[in-house]
């Protein structure tokens, strides 16, 4: 088969197409094994907030509050950052153009 060499890889269309597609086969392959035991209408469906029952009344529970441990460890980290936010489009501009320029030297390099 012939396709595009690069020197650094392979690429030939009908190759990766087809290959995709037998990925795709053996996971719907892998979906068909899958258990067949979920009924509808039934407990199954109820939501799950670490094995506790919700209250019909005031169930709704805050992102802050299921993740309050990693914001209570990235805390230092978090007012770092926000030490350096000043709403100005042209410093994070700046940031991007010294981003840029340390990816490009590392790759270059």
Known sequence: MSGI????????PIVWTLLALGVLGLAYAL?????R?????????EPFLSGE?????GSHIRGEHLYW???????????????FHTGFIGDYIGWLVVVLGVAILVVML
Do not use: C, H
């Open 5 to 12: 060499g690069s020197g650094e890889g392979f690429w030939n």
């Open 31 to 35: 979906w068909l094994q899958g258990r």
């Open 37 to 45: 035991t979920y009924k509808r209408g039934t407990e199954q469906e």
């Open 53 to 57: 029952r919700l209250p019909e009344e």
């Open 69 to 83: 441990g990693f914001v209570a460890g990235l805390r230092p980290l978090i007012e770092t950052l926000r030490a």
